[in-house]
């Protein structure tokens, strides 16, 4: 089965870096997303990662993979109050019609 | 970029009524589109999966007869919420994927909150 796991909780600093972490158990995933989601709104894409790449940067969002582990992680550089949402990744497996399987979500609070 | 358009935002409706929730992709052509639920500070659950002129795939135990998807043209999906009772009251939002030139994941519509009462 598929599983995707985050933790629940993060608080940082204005200008400090965020790391949020997943792990996810399908090995045979595709695709890996980032996605931020407001209050009562719906999801906006981040960045996502292929599968084969270890590294991908887009302006302040730095994505880490590590397929060995199965551990994904998304770093926000000079993170600020607008960044203050939850997370989630998201794998996209090879289980056909391309479902995404989201992880628990984490909530970022970013404080002055 | 591509743009999935939900209405409405939200909906309050009467226990036992049916209400009818719209998603459609503006610039690009959606053969698949995604409905998920959203509960209160939880992830997104996948409910079904529906393809342009063939029968929606439910998840594993998401009523079919409850929640009826038509995708009759490739840039209109509908989530029919049938007989909804106040357990139905969620967050529910579609999202399509994109594969072109320019972009590649899932576009989400902007959720809608449904409050049955």
């Known amino acids: 089965g598929e599983d995707v796991e985050q933790s629940l909780f993060l608080s940082v600093r204005e200008g400090d870096s965020s790391v949020i972490n997943c792990t996810y158990t399908d090995s045979s995933s595709t695709y890996l997303y980032w996605y931020k989601q407001e209050p009562g709104a719906g999801l906006q894409l981040l960045t996502y990662?292929?599968?084969?790449?270890d590294m991908k940067q887009d302006q302040r969002l730095t994505v880490l993979l590590n397929k060995k582990d199965k551990h994904l992680s998304l770093r926000i550089a000079d993170t600020q109050t607008g960044d203050s949402a939850i997370y989630f990744c998201a794998e996209e497996g090879r289980g056909g019609g391309n479902k995404l399987t989201f992880g628990t979500g984490t909530q970022l609070k970013v404080e002055l | 970029g591509a743009v999935v358009s939900q209405h409405p935002s939200w909906v309050i409706c009467k226990s036992g009524t049916s209400v009818k929730i719209e998603c459609r992709s503006l610039d690009f052509q959606a053969t698949t589109m995604f409905w998920y639920r959203q509960f209160p500070k939880q992830s997104l659950m996948l409910m079904a999966t529906?393809?342009?002129?063939?029968?929606?795939?439910?998840e594993q135990g998401v009523e079919k007869d409850k929640f009826l998807i038509n995708h009759a043209s490739l840039t209109l999906s509908t989530l029919t919420v049938t007989s909804a009772h106040p357990e139905d009251s969620s967050f529910y939002i579609c999202?399509?994927?994109?594969?072109?030139?320019?972009?590649?994941?899932?576009?989400f519509g902007s959720g809608t909150r449904l409050t049955v009462v």
């Open positions: 529906s393809n342009e002129g063939s029968k929606a795939t439910y």
């Open positions: 999202s399509a994927h994109v594969r072109d030139r320019d972009n590649y994941g899932y576009t």
């Open positions: 990662i292929f599968s084969n790449m």
